[in-house]
């Protein structure tokens, strides 16, 4: 069983920035995509920003020049960089692991941004 846990939320003014954090603890073999989603209240989960196993990225059009992304796969770590936040990046902030068929969520970590 692979336990993923985040790190890095807070509150933060707009303009500001934080880094979030998340680690896996467990063995995961195989290749991984590793992603972070946010959920803001009465709103449905979205994808924030992936990274797959290949290297390529995606980011939700709402952080694109502002989040940034990056891994440490051999440590099963995933990073989330952000800048310039906003009022509307509020939001409880997982990370996600998939490796072949096992698919894993951290419980989350909040982000509020005060205007």
């Known amino acids: 069983q692979v336990q993923l846990v985040e790190s890095g939320g807070g509150l933060v003014q707009a303009g500001g920035s934080l880094r979030l954090s998340c680690t896996g603890a467990?063995?995961?073999?195989?290749?991984?995509?590793m992603a972070w989603y946010r959920q803001a209240p009465g709103k449905p989960r979205e994808l924030v920003a992936g990274?797959?196993?290949?290297?390529?990225?995606k980011y939700a059009d709402s952080v694109k020049g502002r989040f940034t992304i990056s891994r440490d796969s051999a440590e099963n770590s995933v990073y989330l960089q952000m800048n310039n936040l906003k009022p509307e990046d509020t939001a409880v902030y997982s990370c996600?692991?998939?490796?072949?068929?096992?698919?894993?969520w951290g419980r989350g970590t909040q982000v509020t941004v005060s205007s």
């Open positions: 996600r692991l998939v490796a072949g068929p096992y698919d894993y």
């Open positions: 467990g063995t995961i073999f195989g290749a991984k995509a």
């Open positions: 990274s797959n196993s290949d290297g390529t990225t």
